[in-house]
C-alpha cells in the first residue's frame, strides 16, 4: 500500500480498501521504525492522526475534497507550519513555532493532505548533503537496499557494515529519505541552487522545480528571494504534476507570482515524439563527470533519438561562470535575508544585555553554524560600497547573461534539454565530509543552478541503477512557464526506462509492528512491483498491445487484489 | 548526427565552454584569473600578498553582525574572494544587470484594505522578552565594543 501511487491510494481510499486513519498510523509506524534515517526533526503525531481522522469522516460521507485527501504528505523544516516547530536545522530558530502556514503547506492542508511532520535539511537548506543542521546528517534509504547491497557483497565489501552509509543529497535530503523509505507519498523540498533535484537524483526520485513564479514562496523562509522555489519530491512524475495542479498559482501574499492563469496540470499520454527537439548542451560535459554518468547521459540521448525525436547539441556558453555567478549572488542574498535574524522577536536569543548591537552579535553567533555564518560575511564583502559594482553588480549582468543563454537555445527550436543531475550516484557520508560545504556546493551544483538563475522548470527524473546499485537520475530542462510540457516529456522518459522500486526488505524485516502476515505482505507486494516491471521491460510486445499506461494499471490491479488477500480487506 | 559531436567531445575531455571556470578545488583555477584591480582596492580587497586586512575583518564583523571566530573563518573568506574573483574574465560591456527573471512582468499592488492583522499576541509568543504589547531590547546607544576608532561609512 506504501509503494502505490497517488491515485492508487487515493483509489483505495475512495474504495475502502484502506482508511485514511489505517494509512496515517502504518506512515507513522514505518517513521519510528526508520528512525535511523534521521529524515525527520519533527513527527506531528498527534495533528497527523487528528486530519486523518476528519478525512476519514469526509471519506464516510463521500465528500472527499481531492486526490490528495487522507495521502500523508512531509514538509521541508524551512517553511513555515503553524503550531509545530519550525527550525530550518538551526539553532537560531530552535523552540520557533510560527503563528501561520506557508500558502503551499496551507493549499496541502486545504485538499485533506495528512502532514506527518517536518524533514531534515542543511542548515537554512545551505548545503548539497543534508549533512549540516543540528539535528545531524540524513541517510539515504538506497544504503539499505537490497539492490546496493548484494553489490557490495560482490565486490567484497562487509554489506552489513553501518558506517559506511550514503549521503541523500541536499539540501532537501530529509524529504528525499522520506519520499524515498515509503514514509510519505509527497513531500515538499525547496530549491535554490539544486536542493530539490540534486536529493532526487541521489535517491531514485521524481524532484520538480516549478518555474519561478508558478508557485507562492509566502512562508517559505527565504534563502536567495530571486532564485527560491518550493519542490516537490515525488515517486513517480503523475503524482508530481497532481501536487504541482495543487500548489501552482497566484497568491495575493507572494506578489511575485505570476497573476496569469496557470494548469490544470494534467499530463497527456505521449505517444509521438517525432516533434521534440531535445537540446543537449555541450559545455555541460565536465571533465568531473564520472564516465558512468556520461554513459547513461548518451543512452538516455539516444533512446530519445531512436523514437524519432530530433536530438541537437546546443552550447550554453557561459556556464562555466554560472557558479561563481551563483556563488555571489547567493551569498549577497543570503547576507541580506538572514539579517532580520536578531533575537528580538523570534528565535533564539542569548544572555546578553549591555547594548543592542552586543545582543545581536552574541545571538547570532551563537544561532549560526560555520557555513551561515561564512555565507553571511563573503556576502557582506561584495556588498560593499567599493565592491558592490565589480562582484554583486557585475554576477547580475553574467547572470543576464546566461539567462539569454537559455532564451536562445529555446528560441532555436529546443523544446527540452537534456542534461546529467549529479556528477555521479550517492556518495559515503565519511568521503563526502572530507571537502568543506562551499567546495563540494560548487562542484554538486553544476548541472542545477543555473536553471535557478535563468528562473526555469526542471525535473529529475531517476533513469536508471549505477554499477554500485544505486540510482542516477536525469534532468529535464524547460522554458518558462512550461511545466505541463516538461512533466510530459518527463513521463514519457519515466515510462521507457522503468527504474526499478526499491526493495527495503530488510528494513521490513526489522520492523516489529508489522505482523508476520503484513511483512509476506509487504514484501511480495515490492516483489510483484519489481517482477512486473522486468516483465514489461522485456514484454515488448505484449506491452505494445495493452499500451504503456494501462500495463501499469493491470499490474497494479493484480498486486492490489493479492495485497488486500492477505490482508482480508 | 549530434552523437559524433559528442563523441568527439568526451574524447577531447574539456567542453569548449569549459575552460577556466569550472567547479573543482577552488585553488586549482585561481591561478588563471587575474586581479586586475586588487592593487587600487587595499581597503575592499586582500592585499596581491593574499590576506584579507585586520581592518576589513572588524568592518565587515561590525555591519554583519557575526564573527569569524577563528583563522578558518578568515580563510574561508579568502576563499571566497578569490573564487568570485573568476567573474572578472567575463565581458559584459553593454550588459544590463539582472534583478529578477521576472523582470518583464509588472508587481502588482494590493488594494490599501486592512484584511488581518489583530495577532498581537500570536507574534508576542516567539519573542523571549516582552512586556505588555512590546519587546525589550537592550540599550540602542552603545556600540559594539573592540572597534577602531574611526567609524564605517554607512549607508544613508
Same mark, same amino acid.
Given at each position: 500500500?506504501?509503494?502505490?501511487?497517488?491515485?492508487?491510494?487515493?483509489?483505495?481510499?475512495?474504495?475502502?480498501?484502506?482508511?485514511?486513519?489505517?494509512?496515517?498510523?502504518?506512515?507513522?509506524?514505518?517513521?519510528?521504525?526508520?528512525?535511523?534515517?534521521?529524515?525527520?526533526?519533527?513527527?506531528?503525531?498527534?495533528?497527523?492522526?487528528?486530519?486523518?481522522?476528519?478525512?476519514?469522516?469526509?471519506?464516510?460521507?463521500?465528500?472527499?475534497?481531492?486526490?490528495?485527501?487522507?495521502?500523508?504528505?512531509?514538509?521541508?523544516?524551512?517553511?513555515?507550519?503553524? !503550531?509545530?516547530?519550525? *527550525?530550518?536545522?538551526?539553532?537560531?530558530?530552535? #523552540?520557533? /513555532? +510560527?503563528?501561520? %502556514?506557508?500558502?503551499? $503547506?496551507?493549499?496541502?492542508?486545504?485538499?485533506?493532505?495528512?502532514?506527518?511532520?517536518?524533514?531534515?535539511?542543511?542548515?537554512?537548506?545551505?548545503?548539497?548533503?543534508?549533512?549540516?543542521?543540528?539535528?545531524?546528517?540524513?541517510?539515504?534509504?538506497?544504503?539499505?537496499?537490497?539492490?546496493?547491497?548484494?553489490?557490495?557483497?560482490?565486490?567484497?565489501?562487509?554489506?552489513?557494515?553501518?558506517?559506511?552509509?550514503?549521503?541523500?543529497?541536499?539540501?532537501?535530503?530529509?524529504?528525499?529519505?522520506?519520499?524515498?523509505?515509503?514514509?510519505?507519498?509527497?513531500?515538499?523540498?525547496?530549491?535554490?541552487?539544486?536542493?530539490?533535484?540534486?536529493?532526487?537524483?541521489?535517491?531514485?526520485?521524481? !524532484?520538480?522545480?516549478? *518555474?519561478?513564479?508558478?508557485?507562492?514562496?509566502? #512562508?517559505? /523562509? +527565504?534563502?536567495? %528571494?530571486?532564485?527560491? $522555489?518550493?519542490?516537490?519530491?515525488?515517486?513517480?512524475?503523475?503524482?508530481?504534476?497532481?501536487?504541482?495542479?495543487?500548489?501552482?498559482?497566484?497568491?495575493?501574499?507572494?506578489?511575485?507570482?505570476?497573476?496569469?492563469?496557470?494548469?490544470?496540470?494534467?499530463?497527456?499520454?505521449?505517444?509521438?515524439?517525432?516533434?521534440?527537439?531535445?537540446?543537449?548542451?555541450?559545455?555541460?560535459?565536465?571533465?568531473?563527470?564520472?564516465?558512468?554518468?556520461?554513459?547513461?547521459?548518451?543512452?538516455?540521448?539516444?533512446?530519445?533519438?531512436?523514437?524519432?525525436?530530433?536530438?541537437?547539441?546546443?552550447?550554453?556558453?557561459?556556464?562555466?561562470?554560472?557558479?561563481?555567478?551563483?556563488?555571489?549572488?547567493?551569498?549577497?542574498?543570503?547576507?541580506?535575508?538572514?539579517?532580520?535574524?536578531? #533575537?528580538?522577536?523570534?528565535?533564539?536569543?542569548?544572555?546578553?544585555?549591555?547594548?543592542?548591537?552586543?545582543?545581536?552579535?552574541?545571538?547570532?553567533?551563537?544561532?549560526?553554524?560555520?557555513?551561515?555564518?561564512?555565507?553571511?560575511?563573503?556576502?557582506?564583502?561584495?556588498?560593499?560600497?567599493?565592491?558592490?559594482?565589480?562582484?554583486?553588480?557585475?554576477?547580475?549582468?553574467?547572470?543576464?547573461?546566461?539567462?539569454?543563454?537559455?532564451?536562445?537555445?529555446?528560441?532555436?527550436?529546443?523544446?527540452?534539454?537534456?542534461?546529467?543531475?549529479?556528477?555521479?550516484?550517492?556518495?559515503?557520508?565519511?568521503?563526502?565530509?572530507?571537502?568543506?560545504?562551499?567546495?563540494?556546493?560548487?562542484?554538486?551544483?553544476?548541472?542545477?543552478?543555473?536553471?535557478?538563475?535563468?528562473?526555469?522548470?526542471?525535473?529529475?527524473?531517476?533513469?536508471?541503477?549505477?554499477?554500485?546499485?544505486?540510482?542516477?537520475?536525469?534532468?529535464?530542462?524547460?522554458?518558462?512557464?512550461?511545466?505541463?510540457?516538461?512533466?510530459?516529456?518527463?513521463?514519457?522518459?519515466?515510462?521507457?526506462?522503468?527504474?526499478?522500486?526499491?526493495?527495503?526488505?530488510?528494513?521490513?524485516?526489522?520492523?516489529?509492528?508489522?505482523?508476520?502476515?503484513?511483512?509476506?505482505?509487504?514484501?511480495?507486494?515490492?516483489?510483484?512491483?519489481?517482477?512486473?516491471?522486468?516483465?514489461?521491460?522485456?514484454?515488448?510486445?505484449?506491452?505494445?498491445?495493452?499500451?504503456?499506461?494501462?500495463?501499469?494499471?493491470?499490474?497494479?490491479?493484480?498486486?492490489?487484489?493479492?495485497?488486500?488477500?492477505?490482508?482480508?480487506? | 548526427?549530434?552523437?559524433?559531436?559528442?563523441?568527439?567531445?568526451?574524447?577531447?575531455?574539456?567542453?569548449?565552454?569549459?575552460?577556466?571556470?569550472?567547479?573543482?578545488?577552488?585553488?586549482?583555477?585561481?591561478?588563471?584569473?587575474?586581479?586586475?584591480?586588487?592593487?587600487?582596492?587595499?581597503?575592499?580587497?586582500?592585499?596581491?600578498?593574499?590576506?584579507?586586512?585586520?581592518?576589513?575583518?572588524?568592518?565587515?564583523?561590525?555591519?554583519?553582525?557575526?564573527?569569524?571566530?577563528?583563522?578558518?573563518?578568515?580563510?574561508?573568506?579568502?576563499?571566497?574572494?578569490?573564487?568570485?574573483?573568476?567573474?572578472?574574465?567575463?565581458?559584459?560591456?553593454?550588459?544590463?544587470?539582472?534583478?529578477?527573471?521576472?523582470?518583464?512582468?509588472?508587481?502588482?499592488?494590493?488594494?490599501?484594505?486592512?484584511?488581518?492583522?489583530?495577532?498581537?499576541?500570536?507574534?508576542?509568543?516567539?519573542?523571549?522578552?516582552?512586556?505588555?504589547?512590546?519587546?525589550?531590547?537592550?540599550?540602542?546607544?552603545?556600540?559594539?565594543?573592540?572597534?577602531?576608532?574611526?567609524?564605517?561609512?554607512?549607508?544613508?
Amino acid at each position: 500500500m506504501l509503494g502505490l501511487s497517488l491515485r492508487e491510494v487515493s483509489a483505495a481510499l475512495k474504495q475502502g480498501q484502506v482508511s485514511p486513519m489505517e494509512l496515517c498510523q502504518k506512515c507513522l509506524s514505518l517513521i519510528k521504525e526508520t528512525k535511523f534515517l534521521n529524515a525527520y526533526i519533527t513527527v506531528a503525531e498527534e495533528k497527523a492522526l487528528k486530519q486523518a481522522e476528519e478525512s476519514e469522516k469526509r471519506y464516510e460521507k463521500g465528500q472527499a475534497l481531492g486526490v490528495l485527501d487522507g495521502i500523508p504528505v512531509a514538509v521541508k523544516d524551512n517553511f513555515s507550519t503553524a !503550531g509545530i516547530e519550525t *527550525t530550518c536545522a538551526s539553532s537560531m530558530l530552535k #523552540g520557533y /513555532i +510560527p503563528p501561520y %502556514n506557508a500558502t503551499v $503547506v496551507q493549499k496541502l492542508l486545504d485538499q485533506g493532505a495528512v502532514l506527518l511532520g517536518k524533514t531534515n535539511l542543511d542548515e537554512f537548506a545551505m548545503g548539497s548533503g543534508s549533512t549540516d543542521g543540528i539535528f545531524g546528517p540524513v541517510r539515504n534509504p538506497w544504503s539499505y537496499s537490497k539492490q546496493y547491497r548484494e553489490k557490495r557483497k560482490q565486490s567484497h565489501h562487509r554489506a552489513d557494515e553501518d558506517s559506511n552509509w550514503l549521503i541523500t543529497g541536499g539540501s532537501s535530503g530529509g524529504s528525499a529519505a522520506a519520499v524515498s523509505a515509503f514514509t510519505c507519498f509527497a513531500a515538499l523540498g525547496s530549491d535554490t541552487g539544486g536542493s530539490t533535484r540534486n536529493p532526487a537524483a541521489l535517491c531514485g526520485l521524481v !524532484g520538480l522545480k516549478p *518555474t519561478y513564479g508558478l508557485v507562492s514562496r509566502y #512562508g517559505l /523562509i +527565504p534563502l536567495v %528571494n530571486s532564485m527560491d $522555489v518550493p519542490g516537490i519530491l515525488t515517486r513517480c512524475v503523475d503524482d508530481a504534476a497532481i501536487v504541482l495542479g495543487v500548489l501552482a498559482g497566484h497568491d495575493p501574499k507572494d506578489s511575485t507570482t505570476t497573476q496569469d492563469p496557470v494548469g490544470p496540470f494534467i499530463l497527456p499520454i505521449l505517444r509521438d515524439v517525432s516533434k521534440l527537439c531535445i537540446g543537449i548542451p555541450k559545455e555541460y560535459n565536465v571533465p568531473e563527470l564520472s564516465s558512468e554518468m556520461q554513459a547513461f547521459w548518451s543512452k538516455a540521448a539516444d533512446l530519445f533519438a531512436s523514437k524519432g525525436a530530433k536530438v541537437v547539441e546546443v552550447s550554453l556558453p557561459h556556464t562555466s561562470y554560472s557558479i561563481v555567478c551563483y556563488h555571489v549572488l547567493c551569498t549577497a542574498e543570503v547576507a541580506s535575508n538572514m539579517a532580520r535574524f536578531d #533575537g528580538l522577536e523570534y528565535g533564539h536569543r542569548c544572555n546578553v544585555n549591555v547594548s543592542t548591537e552586543a545582543m545581536y552579535a552574541a545571538t547570532r553567533r551563537e544561532g549560526f553554524n560555520d557555513v551561515v555564518r561564512g555565507r553571511i560575511l563573503s556576502g557582506n564583502f561584495f556588498l560593499l560600497r567599493e565592491n558592490y559594482d565589480d562582484y554583486f553588480v557585475k554576477a547580475q549582468k553574467v547572470r543576464r547573461l546566461i539567462a539569454n543563454d537559455f532564451v536562445k537555445v529555446f528560441n532555436s527550436g529546443v523544446d527540452v534539454l537534456l542534461t546529467p543531475t549529479t556528477l555521479s550516484d550517492a556518495v559515503p557520508y565519511l568521503e563526502f565530509i572530507k571537502e568543506d560545504n562551499r567546495t563540494r556546493s560548487a562542484q554538486d551544483d553544476i548541472f542545477t543552478q543555473s536553471v535557478n538563475m535563468a528562473g526555469l522548470p526542471a525535473v529529475n527524473v531517476p533513469m536508471a541503477l549505477s554499477s554500485q546499485g544505486l540510482p542516477v537520475g536525469l534532468q529535464l530542462i524547460g522554458r518558462a512557464f512550461s511545466d505541463q510540457q516538461l512533466l510530459t516529456v518527463a513521463k514519457w522518459f519515466e515510462e521507457q526506462v522503468q527504474f526499478p522500486v526499491i526493495q527495503l526488505q530488510e528494513l521490513v524485516d526489522n520492523c516489529p509492528t508489522f505482523s508476520q502476515h503484513e511483512k509476506l505482505g509487504l514484501v511480495s507486494l515490492k516483489r510483484n512491483l519489481s517482477k512486473t516491471k522486468d516483465w514489461r521491460y522485456y514484454g515488448e510486445s505484449k506491452r505494445k498491445k495493452l499500451g504503456p499506461c494501462r500495463t501499469n494499471t493491470f499490474s497494479q490491479i493484480k498486486i492490489k487484489t493479492n495485497f488486500t488477500s492477505h490482508f482480508g480487506f | 548526427m549530434w552523437r559524433r559531436t559528442f563523441r568527439a567531445t568526451l574524447r577531447a575531455g574539456l567542453g569548449p565552454g569549459a575552460t577556466g571556470a569550472v567547479a573543482g578545488a577552488p585553488g586549482a583555477r585561481v591561478g588563471s584569473c587575474r586581479f586586475a584591480g586588487s592593487d587600487s582596492e587595499k581597503a575592499a580587497g586582500p592585499s596581491p600578498g593574499g590576506r584579507v586586512s585586520a581592518e576589513l575583518i572588524e568592518h565587515l564583523e561590525r555591519l554583519a553582525l557575526v564573527d569569524f571566530r577563528n583563522r578558518e573563518g578568515v580563510a574561508r573568506l579568502q576563499a571566497a574572494i578569490e573564487f568570485a574573483g573568476q567573474l572578472r574574465a567575463v565581458d559584459t560591456d553593454g550588459v544590463e544587470p539582472m534583478e529578477s527573471v521576472l523582470e518583464d512582468r509588472c508587481l502588482y499592488l494590493r488594494a490599501d484594505e486592512v484584511v488581518e492583522g489583530s495577532c498581537a499576541e500570536d507574534l508576542l509568543q516567539n519573542s523571549q522578552q516582552t512586556v505588555e504589547e512590546y519587546f525589550v531590547a537592550p540599550l540602542g546607544n552603545i556600540t559594539l565594543p573592540k572597534q577602531s576608532e574611526q567609524h564605517p561609512v554607512l549607508k544613508s
